[in-house]
């Protein structure tokens, strides 16, 4: 009987200390970010195409810029980007980015569109290459992005359905994650890039710098270039197709 009462009476302590304790874990919790220069929200830019499109259908092709012709390619489209790197080749026309944003306390986020910083190119540049495409059937994916027009420096957020809407605004609870992606297009030329993503959290400013691990992301546009498809375990010219 006596373990009965003490344990309705340490109910009822933690019920009264539990709104007290409370709001001072939390204070305690924010200022030992600010202490350790803890940013409120994590947010992390996934870069390789087969963890981007990993889960969907095999509809999203792949175009990339390579010095030269090799004699075969990879059969899934999204593992183009690393098979390619190696071989000094980089995206062509279009550079697909995944951002993944989570908040470690509940946060109003306002994902304004990035800032382009275009990066100077050698004196002939681009230099001589190919453009290698693996062109795939079924549907067109359009997730909600933001739209980067590098040869413009401009950056639109859009809907699935390629029109301009307003910033995304986002209302997450501690732990929880949205995501979204960046296009960036390129129709000629050769560009050398970074973004900064800017954030208004809980109206504290907050800039993340975009990069391709460390490095200035670097896209070709496909005007100008032999373009050669693989089609058949076999490279054809596009002008044959």
Same mark, same amino acid.
């Given at each position: ?67 030269? %012709?090799?004699?075969? #390619? ?10 390619? &790197?190696? *071989?000094?080749? !980089?995206? $062509? ?56 027009? %590098?040869?413009?420096? #401009? ?10 809407? &307003?910033? *995304?605004?986002? !209302?997450? $609870? ?68």
């Amino acid at each position: 009987m006596d373990k009965f009462y003490a344990a309705v009476a340490g109910a009822f302590v933690m019920l009264f200390l539990t709104p007290m304790v409370h709001p001072l874990a939390k204070r305690l919790e924010a200022i030992s970010r600010r202490i350790y220069k803890i940013k409120p929200v994590a947010v992390h830019i996934e870069r390789d195409p087969s963890i981007i499109w990993s889960g969907f259908p095999n509809w999203v092709g792949a175009s990339v810029w390579l010095p030269e %012709l090799p004699a075969n #390619a990879p059969d899934h489209p999204t593992d183009w980007y690393n098979w390619a &790197r190696p *071989l000094g080749g !980089s995206d $062509a026309h279009l550079t697909v980015l995944k951002v993944s944003i989570t908040s470690r306390d509940t946060a109003s986020i306002l994902v304004e569109p990035p800032k382009i910083r275009s990066l100077p190119l050698p004196i002939g540049d681009p230099p001589k290459g190919i453009v290698a495409t693996c062109p795939v059937g079924g549907a067109e994916l359009n997730p909600r992005r933001v739209q980067v027009d %590098l040869a413009w420096g #401009a950056a639109t957020w859009v809907n699935p359905e390629g029109d301009p809407i &307003r910033a *995304l605004n986002l !209302s997450l $609870a501690p732990g929880e994650t949205e995501q979204f992606h960046i296009y960036a297009h390129a129709a000629a030329g050769r560009y050398q890039w970074r973004l900064e993503l800017p954030l208004l959290v809980d109206g504290k400013r907050l800039t993340v710098r975009v990069e391709d691990d460390g490095e200035p992301f670097v896209t070709y546009g496909s005007s100008g270039f032999s373009e050669y498809l693989w089609h058949d375990d076999q490279w054809v010219a596009r002008e044959n197709t």
